[in-house]
T-cell receptor
Framework: DTGVSQNPRHKITKRGQNVTFRCDPISEHNRLYWYRQTLGQGPEFLTYFQNEAQLEKSRLLSDRFSAERPKGSFSTLEIQRTEQGDSAMYLC??????????????FGPGTRLTVT | QQQVKQSPQSLIVQKGGISIINCAYENTAFDYFPWYQQFPGKGPALLIAIRPDVSEKKEGRFTISFNKSAKQFSLHIMDSQPGDSATYFCAGLNSGGSNYKLTFGKGTLLTVNP
């Protein structure tokens, strides 16, 4: 399978704990995105990487959230001191080096976080 | 501010019928409009996308109609099948922006009855 992969698929944690999610994009895709999706809503943008550079962070991304993409390959999203409001599906997407008009984003299966 | 408004929230169609989902956008800088299909517990899958220089794009049973002046676009699913039952999301993107982020609608839950 050469699609976007995410691990773990499910994570249950207690409030106040730290969690880390991993995303492996499609090979050679230089753009990587994190989105958050809550029940009954569309995905909401969190942050964007071009290669290893984090170029934008949404206001949704509080100081408890941090994302990295070392060497421009896989990415990690860490949430510190989790709160019940962090419970959501965390989606990763990647898109290829942009040829003219190419903006397709391919999503992974997501990590379902439940904070108890 | 909801930049992409999607309707209806839910839709029930008989097998073989046409499913129509509508979206309206506010940001005139959007110039790429994809539709995604999402099954429960899965990530969204890209179905079809359109740029505003064309008014219609067809891929198999899926067609996007685009009305730039009205800032509206719609997804038509012809010959709807039970396997099409899923949540559909429209989105907009500003390719001239700094981040290529997708702004999604709230989704339409489609049920196709056999």
């Amino acid at each position: 399978d050469t699609g976007v992969s995410q691990n773990p698929r499910h994570k249950i944690t207690k409030r106040g704990q730290n969690v880390t999610f991993r995303c492996d994009p499609i090979s050679e895709h230089n753009r990587l995105y994190w989105y958050r999706q809550t029940l009954g809503q569309g995905p909401e943008f969190l942050t964007y990487f071009q290669n290893e550079a984090q170029l934008e962070k949404s206001r949704l991304l509080s100081d408890r959230f941090s994302a990295e993409r070392p060497k421009g390959s896989f990415s990690t999203l860490e949430i510190q001191r989790t709160e019940q409001g962090d419970s959501a599906m965390y989606l990763c997407a990647s898109s290829p080096r942009g040829k003219q008009g190419s903006y397709e984003q391919y999503f992974g299966p997501g990590t379902r976080l439940t904070v108890t | 501010q909801q930049q992409v408004k999607q309707s209806p929230q839910s839709l029930i169609v008989q097998k073989g019928g046409i499913s129509i989902i509508n979206c309206a956008y506010e940001n005139t800088a959007f110039d790429y409009f994809p539709w995604y299909q999402q099954f429960p517990g899965k990530g969204p899958a890209l179905l079809i996308a359109i740029r505003p220089d064309v008014s219609e794009k067809k891929e198999g049973r899926f067609t996007i109609s685009f009305n730039k002046s009205a800032k509206q676009f719609s997804l038509h699913i012809m010959d709807s099948q039970p396997g099409d039952s899923a949540t559909y999301f429209c989105a907009g993107l500003n390719s001239g922006g700094s981040n290529y982020k997708l702004t999604f609608g709230k989704g339409t839950l489609l049920t196709v009855n056999p």
